[in-house]
């Protein structure tokens, strides 16, 4: 019996109920309503026709591939072909416990065409500026493991591509950079370096990673004008869509038959039905059959409550954008060396839904000089969506005109930027704000006897700073070992985070404290 946390989850549940009435006067009410039915509503398979990424132009050879034949059978089957994806693939072909298991990788769309080849393409970590904010939310035990995962993350995977083929390397553009975030107003700066220096002192071995810039050094040091303060630190950046197309083809000539990558083969389905077959008691329908499967493992981000419809508001689809831009005349090319990102506090209108997210995220290519930035300001019906395949024109003009805002020389007296390619993706983001991770609970499959689904999920945006190790520490938890000594345990999903935690009434909670931080009881529409 589940008896004992009870009186807790149930206390929980009245805090977040008395919260939310605090907001409750019809322009709240309002908002909170259209936020509820976005973050429940089914996300749906990925589209057909998405905006194009320039990431994956051209398409990689392998992007449509597919068994002659769908595999009437596989030991693991992984929905989504992303970075999680292909790290949970590539830790289980190469796992000495898994030596014999055949893996299957089913991808609604071409290879790679999700949140992976529509990112930003850096290998970057937000340990310094989100350690405050996590300690508060979850603990100062959390924030340390949190923060220092993704350190371990950005450096496994530098570590992992310099082993990797050479012409790899070359062709998915990995290099060192020196990363800046800048501040652009003084609230969100005192906060951020408060974070910067909390972390220095709760993690000492990583007490020298960040470094603070006071706001009369950065004109000079980094062309930036108007900021409040920045923090610099070590970094990478990379082409990640050639990263994982790269690694894909390289297991499947390592592991030719026991590996199948099958694009264009949406998982429309998942049924537990041992009684037809014991040994694979998972039946994935696709429009190409159906694929038996001893586990299944959804990696699919922010569609994961599509298969999984009690999610439904714990995972939700949250859209950005990313664009390609002309740099401006004035602009040095330093994309070899040096990558930005501009943080401001964000503002939530809840009468017109639209959000300023406060985060401008940019890279240079250091062969073209182009400038790649993104960022995630719309309306909130433009924001929590799974459609990619549009661009709100309040973020097209958001884009168009922050680099000659942002850089001190580089545009002279032009007030926008000419936008060479733009395309939208869609991030998965969570109630907590914490990925999750593990087992799926039987409140989700409704079913004891379903103990072989998995998941890795609701990166919150942040990604290419967890998903790598993330894969492979949920292969390790399927493959019976022990990951506590390094892996986040606040990202494990479990029943009283599904209970307490990862709730829709949380999430809309989240984003009715960013509208009206004060309630609105107070407050006269």
């Not at 072909?93 to 999700?114: C, F, N, P």
Request: proline share 6%; net charge neutral; aromatic share 6%.
């Amino acid at each position: 019996m589940d008896s004992e946390p009870a009186p807790d989850i149930h206390a929980a549940k009245h805090r977040q109920n008395e919260e939310l009435s605090s907001y409750l006067n019809p322009a709240m009410t309002r908002f909170i309503t259209q936020i509820s039915k976005a973050i429940s509503q089914d996300p749906g398979l990925p589209r057909p026709n998405p905006t194009i990424s320039a990431w994956q132009v051209p398409s990689h050879p392998l992007a449509s591939h597919q068994s002659p034949v769908l595999p009437a059978q596989t030991d693991f089957a992984v929905i989504g072909s992303g970075i999680t994806g292909c790290s949970v693939a590539k830790t289980l072909l190469e796992h000495r416990a898994a030596k014999d298991a055949h893996v299957t990788i089913l991808e609604a769309r071409t290879l790679v065409s999700g949140a992976t080849g529509r990112n930003g393409g850096h290998l970057v970590t937000a340990s310094g500026h989100t350690f405050g904010p996590l300690a508060k939310q979850h603990g100062v035990e959390a924030a340390k493991q949190i923060t220092r995962f993704s350190i371990l993350n950005i450096e496994h995977v530098m570590k992992l591509v310099r082993g990797m083929d050479p012409k790899l390397q070359k062709g998915c553009q990995i290099r060192d950079v020196l990363k800046v975030m800048a501040v652009g107003d003084e609230e969100t700066w005192a906060t951020a370096k408060e974070s910067v220096l909390a972390f220095q002192h709760a993690v000492p071995e990583y007490s020298s990673y960040h470094r603070i810039v006071e706001k009369e050094d950065i004109p000079e040091r980094w062309n930036i004008k108007n900021a409040s303060g920045a923090v610099e630190h070590e970094a990478g950046a990379i082409w990640p869509y050639r990263l994982i197309t790269g690694i894909y083809e390289h297991l499947l000539k390592e592991f030719p038959h026991r590996l199948a990558v099958e694009a264009n083969t949406p998982a429309q389905q998942v049924t537990f039905s041992p009684n037809d077959n014991p040994q694979y008691p998972y039946a994935i329908k696709t429009p190409r059959g159906i694929i038996r499967a001893k586990k299944v493992v959804h990696c699919t981000n922010g569609h994961a409550s599509h298969l999984l419809p009690k999610l439904g508001g714990c995972i939700y689809p949250f859209r950005g954008t990313m664009t390609v831009q002309k740099p401006g005349p004035m602009l040095k090319n330093l994309g070899a060396s040096r990558s930005w990102s501009l943080s401001h506090k964000p503002s939530l209108e809840a009468d017109t839904g639209l959000y300023n997210t406060g985060l401008y995220y940019l890279q240079q290519n250091a062969q073209t000089g182009r400038i790649w930035i993104g960022n995630e300001t719309a309306h909130m019906r433009d924001i929590l969506t799974s459609d990619d395949t549009t661009i709100p024109e309040v973020t097209r003009q958001a884009l168009s005109t922050v680099l000659p805002k942002l850089f001190l020389q580089g545009w002279g007296a032009e007030t926008t930027s000419e936008i060479e390619a733009i395309w939208s993706g869609i991030q998965g983001h969570t109630a907590d704000g914490l990925p999750v991770v593990g087992q799926i609970p039987v409140s989700v499959t409704g079913d004891d006897a379903d103990d072989g689904q998995w998941i890795a999920a609701g990166f919150n945006g942040y990604g290419m700073d967890k998903c790598w190790l993330t894969g492979k520490a949920l292969v390790t938890m399927i493959l019976g070992e022990d990951v506590s000594d390094w892996f986040p345990q606040a990202f494990l999903v479990t029943e009283e985070r599904l209970r307490t935690e990862l709730t829709p009434d949380k999430t809309v909670l989240k984003f009715a404290k960013m509208a009206m931080p004060s309630g609105a009881k107070a407050t006269r529409l």
